[in-house]
Antibody
């Protein structure tokens, strides 16, 4: 059974930092692209960033480019998101997402339950 | 603003057939495949349709997808109360070089 378990969410002040993690199991993690999708309270889904199976191809959505950094550890089946210079508008539930392919442009076939990030003064 | 446009709401009665549209452009739907996700209240999204019209294992054949030009549609036949959810379309956008989601459609079963 595929499982994606996020951690690291919390409350942070504007300008602060946070590191999210996602522990993956139930599939060969190193064979697939993974990424992060967020959902602000009461709003729709927004793709945040993605990383290819080998970590060599990475992409970020415009609003987070230069502030967020995605990485993966295939040896430990984990995905990370380092978030810097956080803004109030980054407040959202952050989902870890497994892509059904080597690159992050394919469909997301599994989602975690999400970890909540609240940016507030 | 999403580059993929969905109606914010849709509704139907049990047993009815409803369709949800997703309108894009030549840089996304026009040149790439469309996927659909279902998000039940308080839960994570779930893949419903991929590559325009393919159903993952376990998804009832009441759900079907289609694509024509720069638009796509999700059809739900034999509507059931448990279909009440938010539905999102998604497609890769060649101009933005990123996957894009539609704004979502809230389906209400009357």
């Amino acid at each position: 059974e595929v499982k994606l378990v996020e951690s690291g969410g919390g409350v942070v002040r504007p300008g602060g930092s946070l590191r999210l993690s996602c522990a993956a199991s139930g599939f060969t993690f190193g064979d697939y692209a993974v990424g992060w999708v967020r959902q602000a309270p009461g709003k729709g889904l927004e793709w945040v960033c993605g990383i290819s199976w080998n970590g060599r191809t990475i992409g970020y959505a415009g609003p987070v480019k230069g502030r967020f950094s995605i990485s993966r550890d295939n040896a430990n089946n984990s995905l990370h998101l380092q978030m810097e210079s956080l803004r109030v508008e980054d407040t959202a539930l952050y989902y870890c997402a497994k892509v059904d392919g080597e690159l992050w442009g394919d469909e997301i076939d599994y989602w975690g339950q999400g970890t909540l990030v609240i940016v507030s003064s | 603003q999403s580059v993929l446009t969905q109606p914010p709401s849709a509704s139907g009665t049990p047993g009815q057939r409803v369709t949800i549209s997703c309108s894009g452009s030549s840089s996304n739907i026009g040149s790439n495949t469309v996927h659909w996700y279902q998000q039940l209240p308080g839960t994570a999204p779930k893949l419903l349709i991929y590559s325009n019209d393919q159903r993952p294992s376990g998804v009832p054949d009441r759900f079907s997808g289609s694509k024509s030009g720069t638009s796509a549609s999700l059809a739900i036949s034999g509507l059931q109360s448990e279909d009440e959810a938010n539905y999102y379309c998604a497609a890769w956008d060649d101009t933005l070089s990123s996957p894009e989601f539609g704004g979502g459609t809230k389906l209400t079963v009357l």
